[in-house]
């Protein structure tokens, strides 16, 4: 039986809705099952790793889905497209949710750094947005150095602007945080 069927996809996405809401301890496999409609049976089948193997794969896919995002528009604009795509992303996560919703990588990075499996998953998603803004930054004419300085700082202002959202019940710090970013990331003069 191939690895990837409906029932685990459907519950690794459930997985990352959940989590950017509730946490990882919030997050139980009951909660996933129920979430996705999935057979309680299928959980040990699909995620012989437990809760560990769920909550990395939940990561990578909703990383996944923005690393594409910030691909597409870095490579068909500039590093303030690429800005504006993710904090846009972020924005109608957190409106679309009367701002319950994070981001299911930041949220896995903070509870999860201890441990190893995690870490690696959310580090992987964080350093695939960190190298498409540095490539992006190099073509928009800054230099090595000053990238990848660039790169760090947007990625760690996004998060913490979601972060502050939330607990403000406000978009006002991701706008500030977007506003800041676009005028650092502008080419250099």
């Given amino acids: 039986m191939p690895r990837h069927t409906d029932a685990r996809e459907k519950m690794v996405t459930s997985a990352a809705l959940l989590i950017r809401e509730d946490g990882i301890a919030g997050t139980g496999f009951r909660d996933v099952v129920a979430h996705s409609g999935a057979p309680r049976g299928s959980i040990g089948h699909h995620f012989p790793g437990g809760k560990e193997e769920l909550v990395s794969d939940a990561v990578r896919w909703a990383g996944a889905i923005a690393t594409r995002a910030i691909a597409r528009a870095a490579e068909r604009g500039t590093t303030e497209d690429a800005v504006r795509t993710i904090?846009?992303?972020?924005?109608?996560?957190?409106?679309?949710?009367?701002?319950?919703?994070?981001?299911?990588?930041?949220?896995?990075a903070q509870e999860g750094h201890s441990n190893p499996a995690l870490r690696a998953a959310t580090k992987q998603v964080f350093d695939d947005w960190r190298a498409i803004l540095f490539k992006s930054l190099k073509r928009d004419g800054w230099r090595a150095k000053e990238a990848r300085r660039l790169a760090d700082g947007a990625i760690a202002g996004i998060e913490g602007a979601l972060m502050m959202a939330r607990v403000d019940q406000s978009t006002t710090p991701l706008d500030h945080t977007e506003q800041i970013l676009l005028g650092a990331v502008r080419r250099p003069g």
């Fill in 87 to 108: 904090v846009a992303i972020y924005r109608r996560s957190l409106t679309d949710t009367q701002f319950a919703a994070g981001c299911p990588v930041g949220t896995v």
